[in-house]
C-alpha cells in the first residue's frame, strides 16, 4: 500500500529523465510546468519558454481557476478544468507529472497535483526536487514548445478532499477534523505581514495548528522521507488516522501538508480552498487569532 501511494506521488528525476529520452511523453503521459511567482520577481512562462523538460506544457494556474472568485486561486468548475487540461493533451488515462521552477525546489507543484486528485484524476505525481533539481542534476532541457494533440477529460468534482467556509465554521463547533496551517510561524501567529497589498493582515484560524510547508523538504528542496514526515506530524500531535484539513493563505501551500501526508499512506487530506485570504474577510473578530494589531500598536 505505502509503495504504491509513493509511487503515485512522487517520482524522481532519474525515471523522469529516462521517460523523456525513452519518448515516452504522450498521450500516456504529460508533464506540467506549474511553475507561479509574485508579479515583478519572475516571469514564469517567459522561463518556460526559454527552458523545460522536453515535452511539457505549461499549466497556467491563473488560467485555470475561478475567475469570478473575489479570491485569489479558488478551483474552477469542472468544465472549465475538464477543457484547460484537455487541450493540454490530457485524459482520463494519462499518467499526469507535475514540476515548477522554485528556488524551494517544489512550491506549487504540490497544487496542480492535488487539483488533478480533486476532479477526480489519480494518476498525477510531483517530479521530486522539481526543475531546480533537473536542470542540476544535467537532465535535457529544451525551448521547443510541444503542441499535444487535444484530448478529453472527464473532471468529477470530489468534495471529501475539499472544504468551504461553512465547512471551517461549523468545525469551530464540531470539531470533527483536525486543521494544518502551512504558513510561516510568523503569518500564523500574526507577527509578520502577509504579502501583497489587499488589507490582509497576519493570523490564523482558532484551533489550528502551525506547520510551515517548507519544513517538509530537504535543504536540496527534495520531499523528507515518509519516516521524517510522521515524526513531524507526530511532534505537532497531528493524528494521520483521524481526518485532516489544511489551510493556508490561498489555498496553495496547504498542498503541501496533503502532499505529505499522502507520502505517509493518508490520501483524504481535504483543503479548505478559500484558506485565511476568505477567512480573514468573512469570519468574525473573534475567530480570527493574529498578534497583529498589538504588535503594531
Known sequence: MVQQVLYRALVSTKWLSESVLAKRIGP????????WYPPGERDAQQEFRDRHVPGASFFDIEECKDKSSPYELMLPSEAHFADYVGHL?????THVVV???????????????WMFRVFGHRMVSVLNG????????????TSEISRPEPAV?????????LKTYTDMVENMESKQFQVVDSRSEGKYRGTEPEPGNEGLEPGHIPGSLNMPFFKFLTEAGFEKSPEEIRS???????????PLVATCRKGVTACHIALAAY??????V???????SEWFRRAPPEHKLSEWKRNKA
Request: net charge negative; proline share 4%; aromatic share 14%.
Open 28 to 35: 500516456s503521459l504529460r508533464v506540467l510546468d506549474a511553475s
Open 89 to 93: 493533451g490530457i485524459s482520463n488515462d
Open 99 to 113: 514540476y515548477d521552477g522554485d528556488d524551494l525546489g517544489t512550491f506549487y507543484a504540490p497544487r496542480a497535483w
Open 130 to 141: 522539481g526543475f531546480k533539481n533537473w536542470v542540476k542534476e544535467g537532465h535535457p532541457v
Open 153 to 161: 477529460f472527464k473532471a468529477t468534482l470530489d468534495r471529501s478532499l
Open 232 to 242: 513531524m506530524f507526530q511532534e505537532k500531535k497531528v493524528d494521520l488516522s483521524q
Open 263 to 268: 507520502l505517509c499512506g493518508k490520501p483524504d
Open 270 to 276: 481535504a483543503i479548505y480552498d478559500g484558506s485565511w
